[in-house]
């Protein structure tokens, strides 16, 4: 597979710049007549310039100047600009044009409305990408980004245990470390954050997020497997001069958001974000003398400073900190009288974390090239004691890219390259367990973008990084895009992601058990003595787009399969009583097909309905598994109303889940045991808002049909003994949940 991979990228480049090299152009230039005398004639930037009844064009440099290979089907460009009257030359020889375009008479004025809706999926990039704005994020209560994806057919969302509350993510039947989270295109959510990271950043801090499934760029990294999720923070000059946050839901949780913006001169802007949460409530509406959710508090802040020079220099720079204090376990759990002890079992979480980035970018006077730097840096902590076990565990991270952009000949070939470099520390502390390495990675790479027409693109990229214990990492992408019609598109990839697992951090939820942790690796410590995980994804899509009564609809269709080369298996099914860990001698893969369909039904009513199936097998050592706690069957529903006036906004949410394999408990005592498979169930949102100018309310219930899992804690009368796992966690623990929240913005 590599090796034509490979030869498919070289041939595709050796063939276009043949191509090019070989054709014959037309040359020329695009200019404004002078408007007085002795003044010269201006360039005109960015004009089109197109063969007549042809998709074949190209756009007018810093000078206005342009070429165009012949076209054998043509003999007339047809030169247009925005303001100006378009003018159509007959070419009969090569040699340079000048054409002059004249200012267009005026217009009487035209208002153009649309309505943008709060999903929308671009048929022009060849990256099949959902662009989530704020709208969406603001349909369900995302206190949270972990909480926020309640309305994504792409995403589910699961709890890790019972004891946390912590909400984790999978994306194409994978968890969510598979998928690489960044912050406005920079590492943002790894590592030891990787699981936890989505509750750190508050909802209202979120202007955007783009999805994206499968193979991503490789500018974004060799870390890709799943898909990538890339998340837009307000920047200044997006952020509300000020805006105002508050919510209150019937456990307890009290969260509050405040945003702050402000335009310092021609060149600098500020923004400043704040979030503070807190809940003292304890609450235990099954009876299992377990908190349904922890109790705690948190604060986040982040500065941003952004300048721009009215030339060509911008930049970016931003500082954020956030601080995590949690307690759960038992309800007389104190954990400053009861830690270690055998009394009451207890969990407490402490997680401080610092980090700061930025960026600068430079224009050069002709518009398709620029370069950049991308810089970030961050310490995170984490103190935890899960019963009488302790963790600690360290993370300090340096990462810096270099980007060039530019194209080759004409505006149908985009390069882009540059080189990178990561750096993490690790120190962890598991009981009596210690884990400590480093990785540092330098790396290079190039993306070439073709553009044949406008109905054909091709994206291929190569990255070769160099991992200091790993040795060399080879990371191949490619993305193809065709279009028949204008509304029609299909797009197909295929790419090879590598990652090195924080284990510990990314299993936590196992902590929150009775299970013994065996670390099945070879002699070399380095790494828990396990190897990297590397896999191959490919996937293809179809998107059309259609009119049916007046009204706006698309319709998609999405298959992918994601194959390990190797995989860090986490195995529960050997004993109730251990989880172990080994590298994969097998097979191990990921089949998902999903299906999802758009209408506004009536007029500001829409409608949307997805199913995905999804087929996850591993070989384990008592071989060929499901993969657990992931359903294989999703149904999902979403209708949205908005009033002509965009005063009242209502939110209904409809998710079933089919049934889930259940790690293996038949050797437990009779009551202690669970069935193979759990059974289906629905999940129901719903949510009203109403704004007055600036003010705007909201309330809302989370699972209204109060679904609840019967007994998310085995053997919770006996923390301390054999049997107790909160880990087979499988559907919700809160139940039927009831909030209310208050906006206040001033533009």
Known sequence: MKTIYITLIFLLVFLNSALSQSTEVVSGQVLEPATSEGAEDLPLIGANVLWLNSSQGTITDAEGRFEIPVNANSEQLVISYTGYESDTITVNNNEPLVIHLNSA????????????????????????????????????????????????????????????????????????????????????????????????IPGPWVNSMQLSKGAGTVLNGYESIAGQINIELKKPEQTDRMHLNVYLNQEGRKEANANFSQTLNEKWSTALLLHGNHNNSKNDRNDDNFLDHPIGQGFSGLSRWQYRSGKNVNAQFHVMATTNELTGGQMNFDPEADPGSSTNWGMTRNVDRIEGWGKIGFMFPEPWKSMGLQMSSSYHHEDSRFGKTIYDGKQT??????????????????????????????????????????????????EYNYKARENFDVVAGVRLDHHNEFGSIFTPRLHLRYAPAESSVFRASIGRGFRTAALVAENFGLLASSRNWNLNGTSNSYHYGLDPEIAWNAGINFTQNFRLDYRDGSFSIDAYRTDFENRIVVDLDQSPQEAYFYNLEGKSYSNVLQAQINYELIHNLDLRLAYRWVDAKTTYKSGVKQQPLQSRHRAFGNVGYTTWNEKWKIDFTVNWQGKKRLPYTASNPTEYQLKEYSPSFFVVNTQLSRLWNRFEVYAGVENLLDKRQSHPILASEEPFGDYFDSSMTWGPIFGRNIYVGARYTIE
């Open 105 to 200: 008479v005026t217009l009487d004025e035209v208002k153009v409305t649309y309505r943008k809706k709060s999903t929308e999926i671009s048929t022009i990039n060849p990256l099949k990408m959902e662009q989530i704005s704020e709208g969406e994020l603001r349909k369900a209560a995302c206190c949270n980004l972990s909480e926020s994806f309640g309305t994504s057919p792409s995403v589910d969302v699961s709890f890790t245990d019972a004891v946390t509350g912590t909400r984790q993510i999978r994306l194409l039947g994978l968890a969510s470390p598979y998928t690489v989270i960044s912050r406005e295109n920079m590492p943002g959510i790894r590592g030891l954050n990787a699981v936890q990271g989505l509750s750190f």
């Open 397 to 446: 991270s340096l990462y810096a890219n270099y980007i060039f952009q530019t194209i080759l000949w004409n505006t149908n070939h985009g390069i882009k390259t540059g080189a990178s470099f990561q750096y993490d520390r690790y120190e962890e502390q598991l009981g009596d367990q210690s884990f400590d390495w480093t990785e540092a990675v330098p790396g290079i790479y190039g």
